[in-house]
């Protein structure tokens, strides 16, 4: 198997040779089905028994029952909507039922699988349906995902493939697409995962399901990323021709002798990119042959070969040649799209199926063709050829194409009668999904193009198309949980892109406004020893700072309060003068002995020590000076306001000394979580509760924004002992390893990178669900929680 002679070479094309004559005998048989039309006939009749469940109401009684319906984007009301007009049970158990066929390969006959389906559904509605907020986690939010990882205890997996999912998105180049390579990537992860639990059932022990769990996860990520690395890839147009054949090559040689080659001399522009993407591949490639059985090894080997050759065979097609054989067109889409199912099973070693084999073998082109529909617009754009833009193009001057949209027909009559053989569940679902898919469809691109569509496809079949198009207008309960889901992840990431953009812009725009009136002015009698400390405070907020505080404190007040911008200029000033002046103290020889502070020299060994003291006191000073000229606001409000913000300065000075105190002394989590909420987190909550105050705010909300400052000071301070570890100077703008020389008491220290990761995903997570006890939009206080955990400065 891991020679490096011709013969596996051989044994790869024999068994594409193989699987390319199985494919032109299942393609065979569906055109004789076109060809006859044998399978109108059986499909009219599975519709006939399908749609007493479907059309059973009279039209009156079917528009009173969607009156009230929520549109599909309103998720959470149509779940509730669902539950309360008692359709919940069946669309889950549709859905679920789909999931095991199409995923997991499963037949529906099977009581076992029965079993394993209703649990499933028992629990994903007990998890929909919940009210209280300790049952009922977001499916798709981060905080959600962390907590069902906690649960399994694979929360160290969790955080590497977060790394590992940013890291791809951002060595993804201009030209691909890297949001929808990212959820390519997290749909294979999710198929292995679901492979590996139905495969391990419910008698596992705890540490060998967590075992196994985090394997699968790592094996997901190494096979997914063979998507976006090579699939999505060689597709684009980012390498240059030679470049794609060079790539090519290195691919088949891996393929065909069970190692990965060395990239050695690469001509192209790209050579950066490939050299990531060759590391990477290479040790996910590694990952998955250490994880192999030897039985199943030769498996992947034959899989990924006839993956991998079908896909190229595709690839070079031309829409513009007009001379492509039906099966040129067919055998390609039907070996790629069985080949990919069949992979997940020999990635996890599973032990040989037969019937799973069989099942994902003629399943595979059903999925292909219905997503092919639905995208044949995009592909036209595109160029691409698949057997609907082929068709499109050349229907008209050959008559001796086969129609794709009668074929996917065919395929659904043999899947349900010859594959399923002639299962009333399995029947039921896949008519299901078929008229859910028009519905769609129809939906998306509006009436008009829909029967243009229609026309052109159907126009060989005008009696079948009408009973299709008398569902597709009538038919009801064919909507899917999956497909809720997608449109939901796909609504949440454009929102979250463009609310990403809006923090972006909004932390710009508003920063820039913030430098711009943080500069201390002289007054035109001061002695030169005066000008010298108001130089030296400007030289420490000229710095390049992030200004994190001041700008929470705009947007909160500006945006959520309604405040006058220029009414709070005073305490945007504040904030960041007595942050600067807790730098400045920080940096100090007696305290920490920094040498860097914003990317230059910290403020003693520019100056001297003594001025270092006096311009920190000087700035804690004029913050209070700042505070006391709010005079757009009620007087007994800003004294309050004082007020707080002197105990804030008290807590800084606890939490500062508790450092000092702590050198060379081992803290406990307890003690550790006090100091940094008192050197970082106070400062977070003072930047929430201060507008907050102005506002004249409810106790409540203020208690859950001083709760998310909390949990966001205490991550945020686990990142920083994180990069003072692993951390870039150059990005940092300070110097690294300043804790260690220190002989500081930090997460790291206590509890080691992993460990530290571990808290302050919990902790990210805790900040999060304290947010959802604010009544107003806090998107920005999110993106900013995100921002904590993943900047790298």
């Not at 999505?232 to 691919?251: G, P």
């Amino acid at each position: 198997m891991n020679s490096m002679n011709g013969e596996k070479t051989t044994n790869i094309d024999e068994c594409y040779q193989l699987a390319e004559q199985r494919a032109a005998h299942y393609f065979q048989s569906l055109y004789d089905q076109v060809i006859k039309r044998t399978y109108s006939s059986t499909l009219t009749n599975d519709f006939q028994v399908w749609k007493q469940n479907h059309m059973r109401h009279p039209l009156l009684s079917l528009l009173r029952t969607r009156k009230n319906k929520p549109d599909t984007k309103d998720y959470s009301n149509y779940i509730r909507w669902m539950d309360v007009t008692g359709k919940l049970d069946s669309y889950l158990h549709r859905s679920i039922s789909y999931i095991y066929m199409r995923d997991l390969g499963k037949s529906l006959k099977s009581p076992h699988t029965q079993t394993r389906i209703r649990n499933v559904v028992d629990s994903l509605k007990n998890h929909l349906t919940a009210t209280d907020q300790a049952n009922k986690t977001d499916l798709i939010s981060m905080t959600g995902l962390y907590r069902w990882a906690q649960k399994e205890g694979i929360e160290s997996t969790f955080i590497w493939l977060m790394e590992k999912l940013k890291t791809v998105s951002s060595h993804i180049p201009e030209g691909m697409d890297a949001e929808h390579a990212q959820r390519k990537l997290i749909k294979i992860i999710a198929g292995v995962l679901m492979h590996v639990i139905e495969e391990m059932g419910n008698d596992v022990s705890p540490n060998e399901r967590t075992m196994k769990l985090n394997e699968a996860i790592r094996l997901g990520y190494s096979y997914g990323l063979t998507y976006p690395f090579i699939d999505d890839l060689l597709d684009a147009n980012v390498l240059s021709a030679r470049e794609k054949q060079q790539y090519t090559d290195l691919i088949r040689t891996t393929l065909t002798t069970g190692f990965v080659p060395k990239l050695g001399s690469w001509s192209g522009e790209n050579l950066k990119l490939i050299q990531f993407i060759h590391s990477e591949l290479r040790d996910a490639y590694e990952y998955i042959k250490a994880h192999q059985q030897p039985e199943s090894l030769n498996s992947f080997f034959e899989q990924s070969f006839v993956f991998f050759q079908s896909q190229e065979v595709d690839r070079v097609k031309d829409l513009s040649n007009p001379n492509y054989t039906n099966e040129e067109i067919y055998i390609p889409v039907i070996l790629k799209s069985s080949s990919s199912r069949l992979i997940v099973r020999s990635v996890i070693s599973a032990p040989e199926d037969e019937g799973f084999d069989n099942r994902a073998f003629y399943y595979g082109i059903y999925n292909q063709l219905a997503d092919d529909f639905a995208d044949m617009f995009d592909d036209l754009k595109e160029g691409a050829v698949t057997p609907y833009t082929y068709y499109l193009n050349y229907h008209g001057l050959r008559p001796d194409l086969i129609n794709p949209f009668e074929l996917y027909w065919a395929v659904i009559s043999h899947l349900i009668h010859n594959v399923y053989n002639s299962d009333k569940l399995t029947c039921e679902v896949i008519l299901d999904r078929a008229i859910n898919g028009l519905k769609r469809f129809k939906a998306r691109v509006g009436l008009k193009q829909y029967t243009e569509v229609m026309t052109t496809f159907a126009f060989g079949n005008p009696e079948f198309n009408r009973v299709i198009q008398k569902m597709v207008r009538s038919a009801d309960d064919v909507d899917f949980f999956d497909k809720l889901l997608r449109d939901q992840i796909i609504t949440t990431i454009k929102n979250q892109r463009k609310e990403q953009d809006e923090f972006i812009d909004t932390v710009e725009t508003v920063r820039n406004q913030i430098n711009s009136i943080l500069k201390i002015q002289k007054h035109d009698n001061s002695s030169p020893i005066n000008e010298t400390i108001v130089d030296a405070a400007n030289y420490s907020l000229d710095g390049d700072g992030k200004r994190l505080r001041p700008i929470m404190t705009w947007v909160m007040g500006v945006n959520e309060y309604g405040l006058n911008q220029s009414a709070i200029v005073p305490l945007l000033r504040s904030l960041e003068y007595m942050h600067t002046a807790s730098l400045i103290f920080d940096d100090l020889p007696s305290q920490d002995n920094a040498s860097l502070r914003r990317g230059r020299a910290t403020l003693h060994q520019e100056y001297n020590i003594a001025i270092a003291e006096l311009t920190g006191l000087f700035l804690t000073q004029k913050a209070i000076e700042e505070q006391t000229s709010l005079n757009q606001f009620d007087a007994k409000t800003v004294i309050k306001l004082i007020q707080y913000s002197t105990q804030v300065t008290e807590v800084m000075c606890k939490g500062q000394a508790m450092d000092l105190g702590s050198k060379g002394k081992q803290l406990t989590l307890e003690q550790l979580n006090t100091m940094c909420f008192y050197k970082t987190g106070i400062a977070f909550e003072a930047s929430l509760i201060m507008p907050a105050i102005l506002a004249q705010a409810k106790e409540l909300e203020m208690k859950a924004l001083k709760q998310f400052a909390y949990h966001a000071g205490i991550a945020f301070q686990i990142k920083d002992d994180l990069l003072d570890v692993e951390g870039d100077t150059t990005l940092l703008g300070k110097s690294v390893g300043i804790d260690a020389e220190n002989n500081n008491s930090t997460f790291v220290s206590i509890l080691g990178q992993e460990g530290a990761r571990k808290e302050m995903w919990e902790h990210f997570c805790l900040a999060m669900e304290s947010l959802e006890e604010v009544p107003r939009n806090t998107a920005f206080l999110k993106h900013l929680l995100n921002y904590i955990v993943n900047r790298d400065h």
